[in-house]
């Protein structure tokens, strides 16, 4: 069992309620799809699907549509690049494929399972958004969304696959890498359209909890327990961000110029990305930071923390701007593609919309559990909520 840290981090069960003093417990940018790809899925045959409620109205603090069917933790939401559709992970071993706009199917229909034995930490459409790729334990599989089947499984044998789950995925632009970052610490790089391997990281000494490509897909940063940079094409090491403590995630800047890291420590970090050198440090949390994030264009950085808040930051001095309180830890921040709003998910269930200038805009309190991941549509104007009720919740952004 785990918990979302970042949008590409992970930590167990007991590591984490540790870390919140609860105990212990057991155990790519993409380009718009074509609406002739929306129709596709569109025409698969669907089952029954969760209970549809009426629309809500915009900024609603009442979700339009709950996603049953799930029967663990959910770990993950993301999009299609045409916000048409999402895709759910969960600790019962699969992923599901929803119905989010309300066109074709009505919002919050199932239109796919994609079954797998064991967890499924984290699942993302391609581009074009014929595929999905999904990290199905310890290995990466790619689902053709209209046959419900496996196209193909990245791997190069039993040299080249992971030994245990993976933890995190990511996907370059164009969509041609593949990226998988796994417990058995280390990440590797896979061809997609071949399903081999291209370059393998190895340098770390525990899991590796998250890893992103850079915008230009040229460079790869892993993190755990500290974070590290590499040429993706080779996996040379380029740098180590040393920081004297747990690092819970890394994030590039929209132009690939800095990395921000967020730290066990209560601070964040940021860093040139080309020299590996600290450029500042952002100082105000007073305990673990679990994940950061830059803004679309890279003037502001969000926080999110065990301390009940997430902040604010001016990416360039590290000045904080704004502090934002919630009643619980939270573990998620994301910003609105179009800057203008910041997305947190707390540990009591609630997610909760902001303006960038700090205001709270709307509480989205509807899910029984942790909400682990929440994130935008491309559009702006949907939310989607993944939480450890079983449950995904879509919600109107403000």
Sequence with gaps: MRYSISARGWLSSTSLLTLLGCGSTSAPTPTVASSAVSAEISAVVVASGAPISE????????????????????????????????????????????????????????????????????????????????????????????????????????????????????????????????????????????????????????????????????????VGPDAKLWTAATGKLLSTLAHDGQVWGARFSPDGERVVTANEDGTGEVWDARTGARICTLTGHADTVHAASFSPDGAMIATASRDKTARLWDSKSCAELHKLEHPSAMLHVTFSHSGRLVLTAGVDGVASVWSAKGELLQSLDGHKDTVVFAAFSPDDKIIATASHDQTAKLWKAP
């Design 55 to 222: 629309p809500a109205p915009k900024g609603s603090s009442t979700p339009f549509a709950t996603l049953s069917g799930h029967e663990a933790k959910l770990n993950h939401v993301a999009f299609s690049a045409d916000g048409a559709f999402i895709v759910t992970s969960g600790e019962d071993g699969g992923s599901r494929v929803w119905a989010a706009t309300g066109g074709a199917k009505p919002a919050g229909q199932l239109v796919a399972t994609l079954p797998a034995s064991l967890d499924v930490r984290e699942s993302r459409f391609t581009s074009d958004g014929r595929f999905i790729v999904a990290a199905n334990w310890s290995n990466v599989n790619v689902w053709n969304i209209q046959t419900q089947e496996v196209e193909r499984t990245l791997s190069g044998g039993e040299s080249s696959s992971h030994g245990t789950v993976i933890n995190a995925i990511d996907l370059t632009r164009d969509g041609g890498r593949v990226l998988s970052a796994s417990a058995d610490s280390s990440a590797r790089v896979w061809d997609f359209a071949s399903g081999k391997p291209v370059s393998t990281f190895g340098g770390h000494n525990t899991d590796i909890v998250s890893g992103e490509f850079s915008p230009d897909g040229q460079r790869v940063v892993t």
